[in-house]
């Protein structure tokens, strides 16, 4: 079992920037990639960006180069610091880990925290 806790989600203006947070905890030592999908309002889930093993980092087009994904493996966190938020980038974020063990393979989410960009 992974737990993962998001924090960090909020009401920004445009131009503005946010930190997201997501805490893992459980077997997580299991965990193979980490990384944050988001699901815009009326739109299916998407990418983010995502980090595997050993680190390498994969961005969705749309937030490379404003977005950066980093991960501190002391406090079993992932971060997103999140720049230039457009209102484009409004939507539930979620925390995503891949767990991979011999035999067994799961995917594991967090509740979601919203990030509304808007003036």
Known sequence: QVHLVESGGGLVQPGGSLRLSCVASGSINTIR???WY???????????ATITEPDKILYATSVKGRFTLSRDDAKNTVY??????SPEDTAV???????????NESDW??????VTVSS
Do not use: D, F, H, I
């Open 33 to 35: 990639v980490m990384g």
């Open 38 to 48: 988001r699901r815009p309002p009326g739109k299916q889930r998407e990418l983010v």
């Open 80 to 85: 997103l610091q999140m720049n230039r938020l």
């Open 93 to 103: 974020y979620s925390c995503y880990a891949w767990s991979s063990v011999p035999g």
């Open 109 to 114: 989410w967090g509740q979601g925290t919203q």
